[in-house]
């Protein structure tokens, strides 16, 4: 089985001076791929240069909603110019999108819209960070009329929300926030939805499974993931990693691993 991590913030310091050994532990639990997302411009660079460094990774480059106060015009000019300046390595724009729950959602707004501007007129599909705010999310997408590939990361909202989204064309995170038997409500909405709308990521060094101490997620923590998912859906595990490898593809336009249909 191949697995890829859709979303890992693999360049944070938590993985200084062990990049390597996390890289070999969840490869050698089939992990094939890991993508790592851009949360500010000051991190472009760091998150480049670690994708690069490190056969079989990718990245995304985007303003995410914690940090936009950081941010000027000046750097969504600069973010429009970086993906025309990186393909192949830089799969999508993201992560962009709006939390109610960190900072002010009035404030997040023009960031989020105008990500989304400039992914459409890139061509680049979207990672969505998305904290209560599904409904949100989804009325910008439908009146933007966003019509490239979206994946809306580490999901955690009920049936109806995904459902919605995944209307729009829109690919479900799904992380550890499953292996938590207290998750009840989004275990029943993964286990629902339609497997070719779904993605596996670990948002890690975040998002910790169920055993593992906060901060402390990996990469090589997917399989426990892809374990639980095939136990809420009662998926023969090869049918469902086959399933999961197409829809990652699809999600960042690669007609076989590392190649860029784009």
Not at 42 to 54: I, L, M, P, Q
Not at 119 to 125: C, K, M, V
Not at 185 to 205: H, Q
Request: proline residues 5%.
């Amino acid at each position: 089985m191949r697995l890829i991590d859709a979303h890992c913030h693999f360049d944070f310091p938590e993985f200084d001076g062990r990049r390597e050994a996390v890289l070999e532990e969840a490869r050698s639990a089939g992990l094939s791929n890991l993508v790592i997302p851009g949360v500010r411009r000051d991190d472009w660079g760091r998150v480049s240069r670690v994708a690069t460094e490190h056969e079989g990774l990718y990245y995304c480059l985007g303003i995410h909603p914690w940090y936009v106060s950081e941010h000027t015009e000046d750097d969504l000019g600069a973010l429009g110019g970086a993906l025309a300046d990186h393909p192949g390595h830089c799969v999508a724009l993201g992560e962009c999108g709006l939390d109610r729950l960190h900072g002010d959602l009035s404030e997040q707004y023009p960031w989020f819209e105008a990500q989304v501007d400039i992914a459409a007129q890139a061509h680049f599909p979207l990672v969505i960070h998305s904290v209560k705010t599904h409904d949100e999310v989804h009325e910008v997408l439908r009146r933007k009329q966003f019509s490239d590939r979206v994946l809306v990361h580490g999901f955690s909202g009920s049936y109806q929300q995904a459902s919605k989204l995944i209307d729009l064309g829109c690919f479900i995170g799904v992380g550890g926030v499953i292996t938590h038997p207290r998750a009840r409500k989004t275990r029943d909405t993964i286990a629902r939805l339609p497997v070719d709308a779904l993605v596996l990521e670990t948002d890690s060094p975040d998002m910790a499974p169920e055993g593992v101490s906060p901060g402390h997620n990996s990469p090589a923590f997917l399989p426990l993931i892809f374990n639980v998912l095939a136990g809420l859906r009662g998926a023969a595990p090869e049918d469902l990693a086959r399933s999961l490898l197409g829809n990652v593809q699809r999600l960042y336009g690669w007609n076989e691993i590392g190649a860029s249909e784009r």
